[in-house]
């Protein structure tokens, strides 16, 4: 999207969530056990906690009215957001692996 209207002077923020106590996440982590089994072993115990929606929103009217280009939220997803192309080639490697993923 800040490609798309650069032309215009406007810009746009790009949000990257972590999970959010949401009733979809709740299905997700609590509903689908097949889903939960593969969050669980994807990732690690502190990447799994949820933030509140008001954390979120916290962080988006924050990254917002300082009009950064990218909003992250909680900051402990900065790493994979940032290289999220190696984790990406990294995570489909271990999926492939796992035995209970499979």
Known sequence: LRTEIAY????????????????????????NATVTKMIEAAFPAWLRKPISPEY??????????????????????????????????ASDAMVIRHKKLQ
Do not use: D, H
């Not at 979120?56 to 790493?79: C, D, L, T």
């Open 56 to 89: 979120m929103a916290q962080a988006i009217v924050k990254g917002v009215q300082r009009r950064q280009p990218r909003i992250f939220a909680p900051v402990r997803w900065v790493p994979f957001s940032i290289l999220r192309g190696m984790f990406s080639v």
């Open 8 to 31: 215009t002077g406007a810009t746009a923020s790009v949000v990257y969530p972590g999970w959010t106590a949401t009733p979809i996440a709740k299905v997700a982590f609590g509903g």
